[in-house]
């Protein structure tokens, strides 16, 4: 699938779906059951017909850190949480 496909849909769910903002097993789930559309998940994700969890997952990675409106109620306390640890990592380091 075309990235700007997977960027548009990913947007989409990401409005529309406030819970898989912080859940990407919701959003990928929903993904799948919107637009990659099949009766046999298991055997669809098996033959490579799904788009890849990680090309949805990254999609939302990049929208959240460019859109503030699709960001999850977790999303600062996970980059809050990041930031301080490479602080630490820097002070250690040096």
């Known amino acids: 699938m075309i ?3 997977i960027k548009q849909n990913v947007r989409m ?10 859940c990407d097993l919701k959003l990928t789930a929903r993904y ?3 637009f990659d559309t ?7 994700l098996y033959n490579g017909h799904l788009t890849h969890f990680e090309s949805i997952r990254r ?5 959240q850190e460019q ?8 999303y ?9 640890e490479v602080r630490e990592q ?4 040096f």
């Not at 769910?13 to 912080?22: C, V």
């Not at 859109?67 to 977790?74: A, K, T």
Request: charged share 45%; with cysteine.
């Open 67 to 74: 859109n503030e409106d699709l960001r999850g109620v977790r």
């Open 59 to 63: 999609m939302r990675q990049r929208l």
């Open 38 to 44: 099949c009766s046999d998940y298991i055997s669809q």
């Open 3 to 5: 990235t700007s496909e």
């Open 90 to 93: 820097i002070k250690t380091d």
């Open 13 to 22: 769910l990401l409005e529309r779906y406030p819970e898989t903002r912080d």
């Open 76 to 84: 600062k306390t996970r980059k809050h949480k990041l930031e301080k």
């Open 32 to 34: 799948w059951a919107k």
